[in-house]
């Protein structure tokens, strides 16, 4: 029997919709209200693969969104800082088809300028579905 759709997330400080063309084209939402970097995507017909899953470039998009933006609040607490994927792979353990799907971010090193971070991919059920290691630079203005 499939998951019951989850409650849409509050719109509000740290919660970030339509920020680029790539977000509002899929419709995922970020959350960054405790400070860790999510993004969740209600999972839609228009995000499948030929065999009916959630296709592996919209994995991979949801995992570089939710790393990029960890590495931005290593750098500053609001996230605004501007980054730059230098370097990503990813691991796609299981497929999804219905229900919500949460992508997070973790930094696990790097300093002011080049900042390393895992991501992971769960479904609502909490099973793993994809995870991602990432470098990302901090992009200077």
């Keep these: ?14 919660i970030v919709r339509g ?3 790539a977000q509002s084209l899929l419709g995922y939402v970020v959350d960054i209200r405790d400070g860790t970097a999510r993004c969740h995507l ?12 959630l296709h592996g470039g919209v ?15 290593k750098l500053d ?13 990813s691991q796609f353990l299981a497929s ?3 229900g919500r ?15 390393f971070v895992d991501g992971k991919l769960v479904d609502q059920d909490g099973r ?4 991602a290691s990432g470098v990302f630079k901090r992009v200077r203005t």
């Excluded at 499939?2 to 719109?11: H, I, N, T």
């Excluded at 209600?42 to 899953?53: L, T, V």
């Excluded at 799907?101 to 900042?115: E, M």
């Design 1 to 14: 029997m499939p998951s019951p759709q989850p409650e849409p997330l509050p719109d509000g400080p740290g």
């Design 19 to 21: 920020e680029t063309g």
């Design 42 to 53: 209600d999972i839609e017909p228009k995000h499948g693969n030929r065999h009916g899953g």
């Design 59 to 73: 994995i991979a998009c949801l995992l570089d969104n939710a790393m990029g933006y960890a590495a931005a609040l």
């Design 77 to 89: 607490p609001s996230g605004k800082t501007k980054v730059l994927t230098v370097s990503m792979t």
């Design 96 to 98: 999804a088809r219905e």
């Design 101 to 115: 799907v949460t992508a997070s971010g973790t930094v696990t090193g790097g300093g002011q300028s080049l900042l």
């Design 128 to 131: 793993m579905i994809a995870t």
